[in-house]
C-alpha cells in the first residue's frame, strides 16, 4: 500500500489550479519514464475546474498529448453528447482544445451506444477495451499513472454508493442501476480496478463535503464511506480545500 497525503487548499479555485499543474507535472514525469501516460478523469465541478486550469496552463505543451491514452472512472448512462455525461464535460473543458490522439480516448459506451440501451453490455464492453489496452501478457489492465476522483457529500467515489451492491462489486467495471443520485443508471470502474492506479486523488471542495471527507480519513468502511477503500499503489492524495478539510485531524493536513 503506498503513502497517503493530505493538502489542503485556500479555496477551490486554487485547489484546481493546484491540481492541474500537479497533473501537467505528473504527466510529463510518466512520458520521461515510459514514453506514455495514463489517465482516468472523473466528473463534477471540482473536476471540470481542474480540466479549464490545465487548458489555460503554459505548461500543458510539455506534455505529450499524442501519447497520453484517456480513461473514465464512470459515466452516466446517457446518450452520446448529453451535457450530463462525464465525457461531454471534459471535451468541452479541456480534451477539444488538446492534441489528442482519437484512438487513445476511450469514453465509456453511451446508452445509443453499441449495445443499446443496456448498461451491463456497456460496462463488458469497456472492460474489454481496458484488457484490450493492458500490456500483453504482463497486466490484466492498462497502467494508469493517474486517477482522479470527486467525492460526494455521502462520501461516494467514482459511481459506488455506500450500502449499493457496486460497493461490493469485484468485476474490472459494471454497471449501477438504482444510483441514489440521477440519473439512476450508470457504468463505473470498481473499487479493485480503481485501487490499481499508481496514483488515486481524491478531490473535494466545499462545506457540504467535510462530513463525508472526514469519515473516509477516521477509516469508515469502504462500503459505508466507499472513498475509504480508495488506495493507489504508491500514492494516494487528498486535495481539499479548507472547507473541505475541516473534519480532517490537523495532524492529517499540509496547508498549501
Known amino acids: 500500500m503506498g503513502e497517503t497525503n493530505v493538502v ?3 479555496e477551490a479555485k486554487v485547489l484546481a489550479q493546484a491540481a492541474a499543474a500537479r497533473l501537467v507535472v505528473k504527466l510529463i514525469d510518466a512520458q520521461a519514464a515510459r514514453g506514455f501516460a495514463g489517465i482516468v478523469l472523473t466528473g463534477g465541478r471540482i473536476a471540470a475546474a481542474v480540466y479549464e ?3 489555460s496552463l503554459p505548461a500543458r505543451d510539455g506534455v505529450d498529448w499524442s501519447r497520453v491514452d484517456v480513461w473514465w472512472g ?6 452520446s453528447g448529453d451535457p450530463d455525461r462525464n465525457e461531454t464535460q471534459a471535451r468541452e473543458a479541456l480534451l477539444e482544445a488538446l492534441p489528442l490522439d482519437p484512438a487513445r480516448v476511450h469514453p465509456m459506451p453511451p446508452s445509443d451506444g453499441p449495445d443499446g440501451n443496456d448498461p451491463e453490455a456497456a460496462a463488458a464492453r469497456y472492460a474489454a477495451a481496458l484488457a484490450a489496452a493492458a500490456k500483453p501478457g504482463t497486466a490484466p489492465l492498462p497502467h494508469f499513472d493517474v486517477l482522479m476522483l470527486g467525492v460526494g457529500e455521502d462520501g461516494h467515489v467514482a459511481s459506488i454508493f455506500p450500502e449499493h451492491p457496486g460497493a461490493y462489486e469485484t468485476r474490472v467495471v459494471s454497471a449501477v442501476r438504482g444510483s ?3 440519473p439512476p443508471v450508470r457504468i ?3 473499487l479493485p480496478t480503481i485501487n490499481t492506479a499508481e496514483e488515486v486523488w ?3 471542495a466545499g462545506p457540504e463535503k467535510a462530513d463525508a471527507v472526514g ?3 477516521a477509516g469508515g468502511g469502504p462500503v459505508q464511506v466507499p ?3 480508495v488506495r493507489g499503489v504508491e500514492r494516494t492524495i487528498w486535495l481539499l480545500d479548507r472547507a473541505a478539510a475541516a473534519k480532517v485531524a490537523p495532524k492529517l493536513r499540509s496547508l498549501r
Request: glycine share 4%; aromatic share 4%.
Open 74 to 79: 464512470d459515466e452516466r448512462f446517457l446518450p
Open 180 to 182: 441514489p443520485k440521477p
Open 53 to 55: 486550469a490545465v487548458s
Open 202 to 204: 481524491l478531490m473535494a
Open 188 to 190: 463505473t470502474l470498481t
Open 215 to 217: 469519515m473516509a480519513m
Open 8 to 10: 489542503v487548499h485556500a
Open 227 to 229: 472513498a475509504s477503500g
